[in-house]
């Protein structure tokens, strides 16, 4: 009788692949988490109790089978462990590797429920992609019939990705419209090294462009080419373009040198890591180098800059966020990782102007107490008089989350109907916009959310798309 390759979790401890120290992964943009070996991937995988209802399948986004995977893994078939991921999954490497398992598949996980720890689901998900790599085993895109119809993306980041494999493997051809010089959109340019590397990006990417999937890069829509021409262009148009408009800061000094939108600030690093000259940090604008920094906000793009001007060595890094720890919307572990690195956290504090004159010299800081709860259920920040005071800053970064930029008018497109908060209104299931043969998925739609939604509007938008093509070639055919 065979030995039972599951259950392992009473005997078997949680553990996730070794991280580097602190002092070795700030002096670098390598990612800080190595790879499993294939017995610790193994063992990590049998810890999974097979529960008839998979709550970390239900609370994936993907729903990605993940008890199948787990148990291929823990009995040594790896590649029908990647093929099964794969099946659902168009990029499973990089969700691996961003997204915040803590808050979704390991957050609901059975054992993690009754005190056994989870299962280390997103690094096992990491090991299986990166050796299907290795290992030959990840099939490049390559339809078997081709089509005359096309479809235009607007938007290289993961949920125009998504779509164009879908479409492409289907025999659609795809143009995808960029406004950056390389594709990824923030996975490539917004997420520094030491969560994604961008190998992983641009290998996906290259199986694309590999595949027949064309990107037109450097291509701001409504001024390089206008929507209208697009549309004209092709069978189906999906826009995919994400959210890129900061939220800003208001108050005395808000105008000074020195104070920065995080996404610039990112952008900047991340080509730097390319190996492109970028001037706003070789002139210090963009750059941490031995200043006082501080970061405005308490999300996933707050830590990506605070851990992001450790390593560019600044003199102090400190974080201000207006409620607690518990409160604070970002991963628990990202967290975790920049107290690691040397940032300070300080909590319940919200900037209320900036001193100095051309270039900001100070944050003027109210402390914050939590009161009653909001409309959302979580507690409201409420100003604590008389407690105000000033936090050193020779550079500020601005991480207070992004909005929709105004399309109808960027586009001159009054026709493209969107919500009072500026994302497009976009069917739930199809991802039809308010315009015929015109689609639209992740950000755009959703205001700023996570890269596995956008995987998945993407993939269920090219199967809205495809319907819309073959009912477009039968009435043509009638």
């Not at 291929?72 to 590797?97: D, H, K």
């Not at 398992?101 to 056994?116: A, K, P, T």
């Not at 720890?325 to 900036?354: C, H, I, Y």
């Amino acid at each position: 009788m065979a030995k039972q390759p599951m259950l392992k979790f009473v005997n078997v401890e949680r553990a996730m692949p070794e991280k580097r120290t602190p002092d070795l992964r700030k002096e670098d943009f390598d990612e800080i988490y190595a790879r499993f070996s294939a017995p610790k991937a193994d063992e990590q995988a049998s810890r999974c109790s097979q529960c008839g209802v998979p709550y970390c399948q239900a609370h994936c986004p993907l729903h990605n089978n993940i008890p199948d995977w787990l148990r291929l893994t823990a009995e040594g078939r790896l590649q029908e462990a990647y093929e099964v991921s794969q099946a659902t999954n168009t990029f499973p490497e990089i969700c691996g590797r961003i997204c915040p398992q803590d808050r979704l598949c390991e957050g609901n996980c059975v054992i993690e429920q009754s005190g056994h720890g989870t299962v280390t689901i997103g690094a096992v998900e990491k090991y299986i992609t990166d050796t299907a790599w290795k290992e030959g085993w990840v099939k490049g895109v390559k339809p078997t019939v081709e089509r005359a119809e096309s479809v235009g993306i607007i938007g290289a980041g993961p949920g125009g990705l998504a779509a164009a494999d879908n479409l492409r493997r289907q025999g659609v051809q795809v143009t995808v419209y960029d406004r950056y010089d390389r594709a990824g959109g923030l996975l490539t340019y917004g997420i520094p090294g030491f969560k994604l590397e961008k190998d992983t990006v641009m290998q996906r990417v290259q199986q694309l462009e590999d595949g027949g999937v064309e990107f037109v890069l450097n291509c701001n829509v409504g001024e390089d080419i206008t929507f209208q021409d697009i549309r004209a262009k092709h069978t189906a148009v999906l826009i995919a373009t994400g959210v890129y408009k900061t939220r800003d800061l208001s108050g005395p000094g808000a105008g000074a040198g020195g104070i920065v939108r995080a996404i610039d600030y990112l952008t900047a690093s991340n080509r730097v890591n390319f190996g492109d000259t970028v001037e706003e940090y070789e002139n210090g604008e963009l750059n941490a180098a031995g200043k006082k920094v501080v970061v405005i906000g308490g999300g996933d793009t707050a830590m990506d800059c605070v851990r992001t001007a450790i390593r560019q060595g600044a003199e102090s890094v400190k974080c201000l966020y207006r409620r607690d720890k518990a409160n604070m919307p970002g991963s628990q572990r990202e967290t975790q990782n920049a107290e690691e690195e040397g940032v300070d956290f300080v909590w319940l504090a919200a900037p209320k102007g900036f001193t100095g004159g051309e270039m900001v010299e100070g944050v003027m800081v109210q402390k914050m107490r939590l009161g009653a709860p909001d409309a959302s259920g979580r507690r409201s920040p409420e100003v604590i008089e008389g407690s105000d005071y000033v936090e050193d800053a020779d550079l500020v970064i601005k991480a207070l989350g992004f909005e929709a930029e105004d399309l109808p008018t960027l586009w001159n497109e009054p026709a493209l109907e969107v919500t009072r908060w500026g994302t497009i209104k976009a069917a739930f299931n199809t991802h039809e916009t308010s315009m015929d043969g015109v689609y639209a998925v992740g950000d755009i739609v959703r205001g700023a959310s996570l890269v596995v939604w956008a995987i998945r509007d993407g993939r269920e938008a090219a199967d809205s798309i495809m319907s819309y093509i073959d009912a477009s070639a039968t009435v043509a055919a009638e």
